[in-house]
């Protein structure tokens, strides 16, 4: 699908402001309502809208520690990969799992209301994971930036 400027233009307000109105953001972009509603439409449809969700503030949910987790895995066979990505997939408190090039072959980001319940998350999720052969976490000390916007 081609996109072009005006369509970046849609993305990036919609990107920052999800819920604005649709004569708002044709309004931004200097479109009509609705030729800037059959702009987005095409772009859901496409998939380069994915969703639409809430930004939660973590701290204010009790969740200010962040932990990146390195994990090694045992082996590369294709069943081993598989099986520690369902596993991953299910523990909730892992926000992101990267298959990754380096060192580690996953990088995941858990969000804990402290250390205490990282260990609790570690005893009771991490450790059970399959095929892992080793593991090194890193507590984030603080947040310097953080974005879910794309460079359009």
Request: hydrophobic share 40%; net charge neutral.
């Amino acid at each position: 699908m081609e996109i072009d400027d005006t369509d970046r233009r849609i993305l990036g307000v919609l990107q920052k402001q999800g819920r604005i109105s649709n004569a708002d953001l044709s309004e931004r972009v200097n479109l009509s309502a609705s030729a800037c509603h059959r702009r987005v439409h095409r772009l859901e449809a496409s998939g380069v809208i994915r969703d639409y969700v809430a930004l939660l503030n973590p701290r204010k949910l009790g969740r200010q520690t962040t932990v990146f987790v390195e994990i090694t895995l045992s082996g590369q066979a294709d069943e081993t990969l598989e099986a520690f990505e369902r596993a991953v997939a299910r523990i909730p408190d892992v926000l992101e799992c990267h298959l990754m090039a380096g060192t580690a072959d996953y990088l995941l980001k858990v969000v804990a209301e402290d250390s205490e319940d990282f260990a609790r998350i570690h005893r009771q999720y991490l450790t059970r994971l399959p095929g892992v052969a080793q593991m090194q976490s890193s507590f984030a000390l603080r947040t310097v930036f953080k974005t879910t916007a794309l460079p359009l």
